[in-house]
């Protein structure tokens, strides 16, 4: 790592109880595992596992949604969790979160200026046109036109959307972005033209984001650096190059194996890691 | 064993105003051969699907042949059509949670179908339900069989799922993004058992996909489909390796570098 890091996270876990049917033996699942790791300024830290591995509990941490049972999150050097409500408010607008779904994730009764502007309460207050300049900027930077802003979101595309989702995440001018699973939704074409979009911020804005994904090819695309999870831990991290292609980990070998690639088509070459054939 | 001949279906709105949805796709499957079908959302691929299994909502039109065996499918009484479905074509769902009826144990849904078509007592379709299991490799069949889906992995349910299809040995199977549900190294699991079981049973397979990795690992032949027609069709290595459509092209360079492989040097993605 050469730059300074941007982002630290030290230790975290975080137990869930479990309530059994009867009310008796209650269990207690670690989603995540002592995790720790750090993301230098201007860089895309991939987090790559499966359903269940902790990823997305990994990410509420982050974002302050959730607590950790135990550890911390550092960012630009001050501890999250040990700020007070009004200093958190205050940091909130440094980080923000692109999901998934870019159906679920934008109110369809309201137009598009109103959900790309919401952050901008965290910021303290706006004039009116403030407000508009701020939302037709963010909207430019994701290849939106400010005229967007009228529109409601079943007007748009599935893409479009996600583009939408990323203004609403930038208009707080943030230093750090989540984006969880953020094209899996997404048709191919889509998907390689927010990839890029995502690609251009970082060089552009120095935007730094952690971006989490179960697919591989994705993630090397845009990481620079990747994070394996298995089970709520942390079992591998590394420049994307050095992971994906020396993986240390018998399970990320097992990821790269199963992951479909066009250098084997057809049923023999599947076929052959079996003894019958 | 299926043609498919100049078939089209249409939407017809409240206004008489007719949609296209799928418009004159043409192919032949041979038996024991497994047909993948690719394309982007909207492409018409589920259309395609649900008109061979004549599964379509109320307000969609087929026209054109749909042969199996020498049945033209779209002429076909529903009476008729309900002896084909199930167990002359089976069919597999993307929702493993779904596609399976949550207030039922699992064993019950798979000898739903043999009780229904094949006549047989309780106590034999069990047992064959337990074969169904283990022939998809769910370890522990024999308890298994008794599980509701809920307190089974979404990879056993897609297992589940398979085994329903299965139940009663039809020549066809049409699997809808049967994976895309799924982890990777569950999709490759399954993808595993439907290559066992179309080469140890000959069945066909009509495997649909928006992933052309998944494509190019199971399917022999590939036909590309982009709003409703289809692009091109062609052995699986032809199409992805040297693809003629400029849709095709596309595609495949907006896949990630690692999932396009070799073919990463020749292509680059679009800006």
Same mark, same amino acid.
């Given at each position: 790592?050469?730059?300074?890091?941007?982002?630290?996270?030290?230790?975290?876990?975080?137990?869930?109880?479990?309530?059994?049917?009867?009310?008796?033996?209650? @269990?207690?699942?670690? /989603?995540?595992?002592?995790?720790?790791?750090?993301?230098?300024?201007?860089?895309?830290?991939?987090?790559?596992?499966? *359903?269940?591995?902790?990823?997305?509990?990994?990410?509420?941490?982050?974002?302050?949604?959730?607590?950790?049972?135990?550890?911390?999150?550092?960012?630009?050097?001050?501890?999250?969790?040990?700020?007070?409500?009004?200093?958190?408010?205050?940091?909130?607008?440094?980080?923000?979160?692109?999901?998934?779904?870019?159906?679920?994730?934008?109110?369809?009764?309201?137009?598009?200026?109103?959900?790309?502007?919401?952050?901008?309460?965290?910021?303290?207050?706006?004039?009116?046109?403030?407000?508009?300049?701020?939302?037709?900027?963010?909207?430019?930077?994701?290849?939106?036109?400010?005229?967007? /802003?009228?529109?409601? &979101?079943?007007?748009?595309?599935?893409?479009?959307?996600?583009?939408?989702?990323?203004?609403?995440?930038?208009?707080?001018?943030?230093?750090?972005?989540?984006?969880?699973?953020?094209?899996?939704?997404?048709?191919?074409?889509?998907?390689? #033209?927010?990839?890029?979009?995502?690609?251009?911020?970082?060089?552009?804005?120095?935007?730094?984001?952690?971006?989490?994904?179960?697919?591989?090819?994705?993630?090397?695309?845009?990481?620079?650096?990747?994070?394996?999870?298995?089970?709520?831990?942390?079992?591998?991290?590394?420049?994307?190059?050095?992971?994906?292609?020396?993986?240390?980990?018998?399970?990320?070998?097992?990821?790269?194996?199963?992951?479909?690639?066009?250098?084997?088509?057809?049923?023999?070459?599947? @076929?052959?890691?079996?003894?019958?054939? | 064993?299926?043609?498919?001949?100049?078939?089209?279906?249409?939407?017809?709105?409240?206004?008489?105003?007719?949609?296209?949805?799928?418009?004159?796709?043409? =192919?032949?499957?041979?038996?024991?051969?497994?047909?993948?079908?690719?394309?982007?959302?909207?492409?018409?691929?589920?259309?395609?699907?649900?008109?061979?299994?004549?599964?379509?909502?109320?307000?969609?039109? &087929? *026209?054109?042949?749909?042969?199996?065996?020498?049945?033209?499918?779209?002429?076909?009484?529903?009476?008729?059509?309900?002896?084909?479905?199930?167990?002359?074509?089976?069919?597999?769902?993307?929702?493993?949670?779904?596609?399976?009826?949550?207030?039922?144990?699992?064993?019950?849904?798979?000898?739903?179908?043999?009780?229904?078509?094949?006549?047989?007592?309780?106590?034999?379709?069990?047992?064959?339900?337990?074969?169904?299991?283990?022939?998809?490799?769910? /370890?522990?069949?024999?308890?298994?069989?008794?599980? =509701?889906?809920?307190?089974?992995?979404?990879? #056993?349910? #897609?297992?589940?799922?398979?085994?329903?299809?299965?139940?009663?040995?039809?020549?066809?199977?049409?699997?809808?993004? &049967?994976?895309?549900?799924?982890?990777?190294?569950?999709?490759?699991?399954?993808?595993?058992?439907?290559?066992?079981?179309?080469?140890?049973? @000959?069945?066909?397979?009509?495997?649909?996909?928006?992933?052309?990795?998944?494509?190019?690992?199971?399917?022999?032949?590939?036909?590309?489909?982009?709003?409703?027609?289809?692009?091109?069709?062609?052995?699986?290595? @032809?199409?992805?390796?040297?693809?003629?459509? /400029?849709?095709?092209?596309?595609?495949?360079?907006?896949? &990630?570098?690692?999932?396009?492989?070799?073919?990463?040097?020749?292509?680059?993605?679009?800006?």
């Amino acid at each position: 790592m050469s730059g300074p890091a941007l982002l630290e996270v030290r230790h975290l876990t975080r137990d869930y109880k479990l309530r059994s049917g009867d009310g008796l033996a209650a @269990r207690t699942l670690r /989603a995540v595992d002592d995790v720790s790791f750090a993301v230098e300024q201007g860089s895309v830290l991939g987090i790559v596992g499966e *359903s269940g591995c902790g990823k997305s509990t990994l990410a509420r941490i982050i974002m302050a949604l959730d607590r950790p049972t135990v550890g911390e999150v550092v960012f630009e050097g001050e501890s999250l969790f040990a700020l007070s409500a009004g200093a958190l408010r205050q940091r909130r607008r440094d980080f923000q979160m692109v999901f998934q779904d870019p159906y679920g994730s934008l109110d369809p009764r309201h137009a598009i200026g109103r959900i790309v502007a919401e952050p901008l309460h965290l910021g303290g207050a706006l004039t009116r046109s403030e407000r508009t300049m701020r939302v037709a900027e963010a909207l430019e930077i994701v290849g939106l036109k400010a005229t967007d /802003a009228a529109r409601y &979101p079943h007007e748009f595309s599935g893409g479009q959307r996600q583009r939408i989702a990323i203004a609403r995440a930038l208009i707080t001018r943030p230093k750090l972005v989540i984006a969880d699973e953020a094209v899996s939704a997404l048709d191919l074409s889509v998907q390689a #033209q927010i990839l890029h979009l995502l690609m251009e911020l970082k060089e552009r804005n120095r935007l730094t984001v952690l971006f989490i994904s179960h697919n591989l090819g994705v993630i090397e695309e845009i990481a620079d650096r990747v994070g394996v999870m298995y089970a709520g831990r942390l079992i591998e991290i590394g420049a994307t190059r050095d992971v994906l292609h020396h993986p240390q980990h018998e399970y990320t070998q097992r990821l790269l194996d199963a992951e479909p690639t066009l250098d084997v088509i057809g049923r023999s070459g599947h @076929r052959s890691a079996q003894a019958s054939g | 064993m299926l043609k498919v001949s100049a078939l089209s279906v249409d939407i017809v709105g409240s206004d008489g105003v007719a949609a296209r949805i799928v418009d004159d796709v043409s =192919f032949d499957l041979a038996q024991g051969e497994t047909l993948g079908i690719v394309g982007e959302s909207g492409a018409g691929k589920t259309m395609l699907a649900l008109a061979i299994m004549r599964l379509l909502p109320a307000i969609a039109r &087929p *026209s054109g042949e749909i042969l199996l065996g020498g049945d033209n499918l779209l002429a076909l009484s529903e009476t008729d059509m309900c002896a084909v479905r199930g167990r002359r074509i089976g069919m597999i769902f993307q929702e493993p949670m779904t596609a399976l009826n949550p207030a039922q144990r699992v064993g019950t849904q798979i000898a739903e179908g043999l009780i229904l078509h094949r006549s047989l007592a309780q106590r034999e379709a069990r047992q064959q339900a337990i074969d169904l299991l283990e022939r998809v490799r769910i /370890a522990d069949a024999r308890r298994r069989v008794d599980c =509701f889906p809920h307190e089974l992995s979404g990879g #056993q349910r #897609q297992r589940v799922g398979i085994a329903i299809a299965l139940a009663l040995r039809p020549g066809l199977l049409i699997a809808d993004e &049967p994976t895309t549900a799924l982890d990777v190294t569950v999709q490759k699991e399954i993808l595993d058992i439907l290559d066992e079981l179309v080469s140890d049973l @000959r069945m066909s397979l009509i495997f649909i996909s928006h992933d052309i990795g998944v494509i190019g690992r199971i399917a022999d032949s590939t036909l590309v489909m982009l709003g409703g027609r289809k692009m091109e069709q062609g052995p699986t290595a @032809r199409v992805l390796r040297a693809p003629t459509a /400029a849709y095709t092209q596309s595609l495949l360079a907006a896949m &990630p570098r690692r999932t396009r492989g070799s073919l990463a040097r020749t292509q680059e993605p679009p800006r």
